[in-house]
């Protein structure tokens, strides 16, 4: 496979977490014009909405995606739209159908309409109580506990697929808890990460809906973005792995990231109240062996804990500041 050339890109839930900040980072690198960002319902931030065409699709109806691919001729899509794992605990069915009948249906246009390549997140829920806690590697006994794993496990499975049955060029990458500055995220387990810096900074304390010492692997956004383009812009013949690529950034308990915090506002307090999502993340693992993304296709994260905090710390002061938090 020599690689078909990716000119207009569609991002589904471009209204998301990561989306929001992936669409305005290929925005800048492919042109404003030539990345379609694609929400469900929720409307987009202004910047969003003026750096570029903005349209909403329903993901689990295939011709509202068909419509979108031949209104612009997107040849590359970032599919981001999904349910994550607390909401997926409470609506198992709405996951299963978002998550899995969205993805088949991306995969059916991308074949059909022989698209360049596509995008398609995985995450560290892939892994189960029965996958090795510490490290597990690229390949090992995926047995999810949870309605998302379980999506995590089959969209992978389909990926695969459809890249040995129809040649098509799709990647991933096992998502850790992804923490970030601009747009929260919701309904995961690892949320936790995140608006414990919003309540640090606005409030001075938190209730951590998880235990002081759980330990999750994470990462912060710019290096989420980095590891989506990297692997998106790599060579056909570097990428080995159709399932998805495991890609670690750093991994510290929930009480390590108060005390971190705690730096920079001393009067914080954290206090620990473990509800019903305890045991999705007791059965994720705590880190992450990524040697094969690394060798394959270059993989590097750049931030650890320490850089993240400041960084968000800061990014995070200035909007309160302006009244924007
Ligand atoms: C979640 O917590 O559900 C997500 C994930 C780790 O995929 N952030």
């Given at each position: 496979?020599?690689?078909?050339i990716?000119?207009?890109?569609l991002v589904?839930?471009?209204?998301?977490?990561?989306?929001?900040?992936?669409?305005?980072?290929?925005?800048?690198k492919?042109?404003g014009d030539?990345?379609?960002?694609a929400?469900h319902?929720?409307?987009?931030?202004?910047?969003?909405?003026?750096?570029?065409?903005f349209?909403?699709?329903d993901?689990s109806?295939?011709?509202?995606i068909?419509h979108?691919?031949?209104?612009?001729d997107?040849?590359?899509?970032?599919?981001?739209?999904?349910?994550?794992?607390?909401?997926?605990?409470?609506k198992?069915?709405?996951?299963?159908?978002?998550?899995?009948?969205?993805?088949?249906?991306?995969?059916e246009?991308?074949?059909?309409?022989?698209?360049?390549?596509?995008?398609?997140?995985?995450?560290?829920?892939v892994?189960?109580?029965?996958?090795?806690?510490?490290?597990p590697p690229?390949?090992?006994v995926?047995?999810p506990?949870?309605?998302?794993?379980?999506?995590?496990?089959?969209g992978?499975?389909?990926?695969?697929?459809?890249?040995?049955?129809?040649g098509?060029?799709?990647?991933?990458?096992?998502?850790p808890?992804?923490?970030?500055s601009?747009?929260?995220?919701?309904?995961?387990?690892?949320?936790?990460?995140?608006?414990i810096?919003?309540?640090?900074?606005?409030?001075?304390q938190?209730?951590?809906?998880?235990?002081?010492?759980?330990i999750?692997?994470m990462?912060?956004?710019?290096?989420?973005?980095?590891?989506?383009?990297?692997?998106?812009?790599?060579?056909?013949?570097?990428i080995?792995?159709?399932?998805?690529?495991?890609?670690?950034?750093?991994?510290?308990?929930?009480g390590?990231?108060a005390?971190?915090?705690?730096?920079?506002?001393?009067?914080?307090?954290c206090?620990?109240?473990?509800?019903?999502?305890?045991?999705?993340a007791d059965?994720?693992?705590?880190?992450?062996?990524d040697?094969?993304?690394?060798?394959?296709?270059?993989?590097?994260?750049?931030?650890?804990?320490?850089?993240?905090?400041k960084?968000?710390?800061?990014?995070?002061?200035?909007?309160f500041?302006?009244?924007?938090?």
């Amino acid at each position: 496979m020599t690689g078909k050339i990716m000119k207009k890109i569609l991002v589904t839930g471009a209204t998301g977490q990561i989306g929001s900040e992936l669409t305005m980072e290929l925005r800048k690198k492919y042109g404003g014009d030539n990345v379609i960002a694609a929400g469900h319902r929720r409307k987009p931030s202004e910047k969003l909405a003026n750096s570029g065409p903005f349209e909403y699709i329903d993901t689990s109806n295939r011709e509202s995606i068909e419509h979108v691919v031949k209104k612009y001729d997107v040849d590359t899509v970032y599919h981001l739209a999904a349910v994550l794992s607390a909401v997926g605990e409470e609506k198992p069915q709405v996951t299963w159908k978002v998550n899995m009948n969205g993805l088949h249906n991306v995969l059916e246009v991308a074949r059909e309409h022989e698209l360049a390549r596509v995008f398609w997140p995985s995450s560290i829920a892939v892994f189960g109580p029965k996958a090795p806690r510490a490290h597990p590697p690229q390949d090992t006994v995926l047995i999810p506990e949870t309605m998302y794993g379980v999506t995590k496990v089959a969209g992978e499975l389909l990926c695969n697929y459809y890249f040995l049955r129809f040649g098509l060029d799709v990647r991933g990458v096992r998502y850790p808890g992804i923490i970030s500055s601009e747009t929260p995220p919701g309904g995961g387990t690892t949320d936790y990460a995140v608006k414990i810096f919003y309540e640090a900074i606005k409030r001075k304390q938190y209730t951590c809906f998880v235990r002081e010492d759980t330990i999750l692997p994470m990462m912060y956004m710019p290096d989420c973005i980095k590891a989506s383009i990297d692997l998106m812009e790599a060579d056909p013949s570097e990428i080995k792995c159709r399932m998805s690529y495991n890609v670690a950034g750093m991994s510290f308990s929930a009480g390590e990231l108060a005390a971190e915090i705690k730096k920079y506002i001393p009067e914080f307090e954290c206090q620990y109240l473990p509800d019903f999502r305890q045991k999705i993340a007791d059965s994720w693992p705590m880190s992450i062996d990524d040697c094969v993304a690394r060798e394959e296709w270059g993989w590097e994260p750049t931030y650890d804990l320490a850089a993240m905090t400041k960084d968000m710390i800061e990014k995070l002061t200035k909007r309160f500041t302006k009244g924007d938090l």
